[in-house]
């Protein structure tokens, strides 16, 4: 097998992120086609599945000695193997996508031996996309290069400074969500009660979309414990070249697998503020995510 053309593979995904942004765009999202996967906060809908079986049958006709990941045809007995893959969600942010709240895209990864290496996010509604390839940077609609503040980023200054992404997902019993909940009420408590007081918090909806927040530095950082490879495979390589950071979502993971269903995403900025920010989110986690 060739080594894989990074450059080439991200062109070609980002022409299948503007076709996949016109089915989105044409699509009249409404609860007929509409179906709860695990229970009524977990949404798919037939066009998740119609932009899928478009991705991957360019996909596998153009590349058809790399592997192809995607939530709507997601094994669990076929995990992500070191092989070259395509790890791809169709919509991210399903449940906007079906309220018409203009926040899901399409998230389009492509991993070697388990590591992002190619990542193309695009939003049809605000038609804005987000690309990277390892080694070679981030950008905004390929022109403005990722954080967007350049040289000039803003150092981190602790959690009080911070706006903080998170989501509540679709998990809303047992552990995990009482160590979501907890922790968001520590994150957001006054200091005088023992909390870190955030600046505010954020969701977008996507974690796609949140990630590619953190890279351009609009938002300090995402914590997030539950969802899946491709919700993060793309964004990720945008956020590393953006010069953030991903760590597990639970403390002392200085490493997180891509399909490790953990993640903790800090934007990026100089070294130090970026461990010492990891440090104290970690300190207010309230119990551990056992994802
Ligand atoms: C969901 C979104 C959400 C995250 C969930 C994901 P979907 O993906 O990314 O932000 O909190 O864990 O499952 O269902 O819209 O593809
Ligand atoms: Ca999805």
Redesign the pocket.
Known sequence: MSTPNLKEIHDFLVSLAYKAGDIINNALPDNSGTGSKKNSADLVTEY?RAVENMISTSLKEKYPDYEFHG?ETYDPASPITDAPTFVV????G?VNFVHSFPYACVSLGFAISRVPAVGVVYNPFTKTLWSGIRGQGAFRNQETRLPLKGDNVEPLSGLPNALVAIEWGSDRTGPNWETKVRTFEKLGQSKEDGGAMVRSFRSLGSAALNICAVAEGTMDLYWEGGCWA?DVCAAWVILAEAGGIMVDGNPGGWETALDGRRYLAIRGAPEAGQKELVEEFWSYIQGRLEY
Do not use: A, H, Y
């Open positions: 998740d939530e969600d169709p919509i991210d399903t491709w």
